[in-house]
């Protein structure tokens, strides 16, 4: 299928441009004018609309949008095993599909095309991704010893279920160190070399985590999960809050890619992760929103302003993480830790997975610099349309793959039989 974009808004180094984008089976093929032999199969009319690389939202909890606003303003450790964890225990496998359906449509609205998700309810957010046409990597939160085995036999069986899709990727989830004895982080990470899959764990989120770790092992979590070797497989870690200097060094020194969640962290009263430090010390970082109950929105653009703004206030320094590489962040950096090649920039050659946002509104005029747009003017409604693997998936604020009534009456008669 050929896809035609026709006068997008574009950066040309400090300036704008106006280029046509032109799509063939999921690949930008061109960036400029329509070149020769090109015949579109659809047309979208840019007009006024800025183009940037769909978002890339690497820490999510897809399922959890049904337990939105539901255990707001407590301690972060009540809230887990009081508010979201009874919860979570009402749900089924159908009801976190729709609490996934739900997460997808909130992200697709928001510009976001790719999603990094540790969930309870195998085959919930595959399903979500592949009906709503995003990219997902899944990953079964695994706990343990206790049970331990039969949340792998369940991430065993979804990865043979959607092997097939070439949207959906895996890593295994050992759920943090609080969560997992010493032995199942072993044999978690033991796993993932004979299937050659990454690890996606929550590290070093709070004070209380890094404090019980320091009684208990004598060194940080980050210190801990790298003398267990969990390290040697490829990590994404989520949050890393609260780090020392040396955590920071093992991070970079064994290329772990970090998924920040600055507005999550703030929320649940966890701190701000040092970024601007970590980013200087090359360790690949990443945007993520968590979960819509932790958030409570799962809105990349207030991510991105997020993680431009706290980081100049923390380091009195005004130049700290500027807007073009915190785009990077939440997109090519995202897909890097996830393993999507040519993801992430509109160039040719690379995925064609586009958001086109309407400038024709007061927060985006006058139109001066594009990254800066995007990062400090822009809150997501802006997103006017949205192209995945080089299919429409929104256009004019429309969805196109979703069934937005059909949507929120299951999940508002999910939350009546949960409440």
Not at 50 to 76: C, G, Q
Not at 376 to 391: I, P
């Given at each position: 299928m050929n896809l035609l974009i026709k006068n997008i808004i574009l950066p040309d180094g400090d300036k704008l441009k106006t280029a046509d984008i032109c799509v063939s089976n999921g690949i930008i093929k061109s960036i400029g004018s329509v070149p020769d032999g090109f015949v579109a199969d659809e047309t979208v009319e840019?007009?006024?609309?800025?183009?940037?690389?769909?978002?890339?939202?690497?820490?999510?909890?897809?399922?959890?949008?049904?337990?939105?606003?539901?255990?707001?303003?407590?301690?972060?450790?009540q809230w887990l095993f009081e508010g979201v964890m009874p919860r979570e225990e009402k749900l089924n496998n159908e009801q976190a599909y729709w609490?996934?359906?739900?997460?997808?449509?909130?992200?697709?609205?928001?510009?976001?095309?790719?999603?990094?998700?540790?969930?309870l309810f195998p085959g919930a957010s595959a399903r979500a991704a592949i009906d709503s046409g995003m990219r997902a990597v899944v990953s079964r939160g695994l706990t343990g010893s206790d049970g331990g085995q039969r949340r792998?036999?369940?991430?065993?069986?979804?990865?043979?279920?959607?092997?097939?899709?070439?949207?959906i990727k895996f890593m295994l989830a050992p759920h943090a160190i609080y969560t997992c004895d010493k032995e199942f982080l072993l044999k978690v990470s033991a796993e993932a070399k004979r299937l050659g899959l990454g690890l996606n764990i929550h590290l070093?989120?709070?004070?209380?985590?890094?404090?019980?770790?320091?009684?208990?092992?004598?060194?940080?979590?980050?210190?801990?999960v790298a003398s267990l070797g969990l390290f040697e497989n490829k990590t994404l870690a989520a949050h890393c809050v609260q780090l020392?200097?040396?955590?920071?060094?093992?991070?970079?020194?064994?290329?772990?890619?970090?998924?920040?969640?600055?507005?999550?962290?703030?929320?649940?009263?966890?701190?701000?992760?040092?970024?601007?430090?970590?980013?200087?010390?090359?360790?690949?970082?990443?945007?993520?929103?968590?979960?819509?109950?932790?958030?409570?929105s799962l809105n990349m653009f207030a991510e991105l302003n997020y993680m431009t703004l706290l980081h100049k206030g923390t380091n009195y320094d005004s130049t700290a993480i500027p807007a073009k590489k915190a785009l990077d962040f939440a997109t090519v950096n995202g897909a890097r830790a996830l393993g999507f090649e040519k993801l992430g920039k509109l160039e040719e050659g690379w995925a064609a997975d586009i958001a086109l946002l309407d400038t024709n509104v007061p927060q985006m005029v006058?139109?001066?610099?594009?990254?800066?747009?995007?990062?400090?003017?822009?809150?997501?409604?802006?997103?006017?349309?949205?192209?995945?693997?080089?299919?429409?998936?929104?256009?004019?604020?429309?969805?196109?793959?979703?069934?937005?009534?059909q949507l929120f009456y299951n999940v508002n008669k999910i939350v009546e039989a949960t409440d």
């Open positions: 840019g007009g006024s609309r800025l183009a940037i690389p769909a978002f890339v939202n690497a820490h999510t909890h897809a399922y959890m949008s049904v337990l939105r606003n539901a255990a707001d303003d407590l301690p972060f450790m609490g996934s359906l739900l997460a997808c449509a909130e992200m697709i609205r928001r510009g976001c095309g790719t999603f990094c998700d540790m969930h792998l036999d369940e991430q065993y069986a979804e990865i043979e279920e959607f092997k097939g899709y070439d949207n070093s989120e709070s004070k209380a985590e890094f404090e019980d770790c320091l009684r208990d092992n004598g060194c940080t979590p980050t210190e801990y020392t200097e040396n955590d920071i060094s093992l991070l970079a020194k064994y290329n772990v890619s970090v998924a920040s969640n600055p507005k999550s962290n703030l929320k649940l009263g966890n701190g701000i992760a040092p970024i601007y430090q970590l980013d200087q010390a090359g360790v690949n970082v990443c945007i993520g929103t968590d979960s819509a109950a932790s958030n409570n006058p139109l001066r610099n594009y990254y800066a747009a995007v990062c400090y003017c822009c809150d997501g409604s802006e997103t006017d349309t949205l192209v995945l693997n080089g299919k429409v998936v929104m256009k004019n604020k429309q969805l196109l793959t979703i069934d937005e009534e």
